[in-house]
């Protein structure tokens, strides 16, 4: 059982590059979510997926995209990176409020 | 959605017991607390999560006063893998969001 898995671990890109970071979980969980995390501060929202098929807007969807390829799956998507987007990006799953969100190991994202 | 407030910061000796309090005075009926824990450069894990009164598993209690606008995680005994970031979450099933800043807790030898 991997949890919450994320592809790269570690991304540099310049400014004006593409790239999209891969999460997929294994414990069946209805709930996605995508998070960053700037050095000091605490995780801040990006979007989240309740159920398969929907995708909303969380505290700082500006310059991301989302998807939910399926159950599984919840790719993040930087169409024109920035060098304000330089984070570390964390995506969570969950299935009942009981359980809390699990987390995945993070993608430290560099933009230079 | 509820927002809370935490210390920034706390230091203990290891051996104690700490003590992390989070207010939430705008906590909705519907809402749970809930408590995470962070290491330098991974996610946050899941640490403890209650509605009302007093919650406790093998890790830490959670103590909820009845007007809960207001909550407090104990740790018993910290060591000093405990020294991480602790924060607090406030929501229902489907907003349990916002992080803050959190508490930044040093154990110290």
């Known amino acids: 059982n991997a949890g919450v898995t994320q592809t790269p671990k570690f991304q540099v890109l310049k400014t004006g590059q593409s790239m999209t970071l891969q999460c997929a979980q294994d414990?069946?969980?209805?709930?996605m979510y995508w998070y960053r995390q700037d050095p000091g501060m605490g995780l801040r929202l990006i979007y989240y997926?309740?159920?398969?098929?929907?995708?909303d807007k969380g505290e700082v969807p500006n310059g991301y995209n989302v998807s939910r390829l399926n159950k599984r799956e919840f790719s993040l998507r930087l169409e024109s990176a920035a060098p304000s987007q330089t984070s570390v990006y964390f995506c969570?799953?969950?299935?009942?409020?009981?359980?809390?969100?699990?987390f995945g190991p993070g993608t430290r994202l560099t933009v230079l | 959605l509820a927002k809370t407030t935490q210390p920034i910061s706390m230091d203990s000796y290891e051996g104690q017991e700490v003590n992390i309090t989070c207010s939430h005075n705008?906590?909705?009926?519907?809402?749970?607390i809930t408590w995470y824990q962070q290491f330098p450069s991974q996610g946050p894990r899941f640490i403890i999560q209650?509605?009302?009164t007093k919650v406790t598993n093998e890790v830490a209690s959670l103590f909820i006063p009845a007007d809960r606008k207001s909550s407090t995680l104990s740790l018993p005994r910290v060591s000093l893998s405990d020294t991480a970031v602790y924060y607090c979450?406030?929501?229902?099933?489907?907003?349990?969001?916002?992080f803050g800043t959190g508490t930044s807790l040093t154990v110290i030898p």
């Open positions: 969570a799953s969950s299935e009942t409020i009981a359980g809390g969100t699990h």
């Open positions: 414990m069946n969980h209805n709930s």
């Open positions: 997926s309740a159920s398969e098929g929907t995708t």
């Open positions: 705008n906590i909705a009926t519907n809402d749970y």
């Open positions: 209650g509605y009302k």
């Open positions: 979450l406030v929501g229902d099933t489907g907003n349990q969001f916002y």
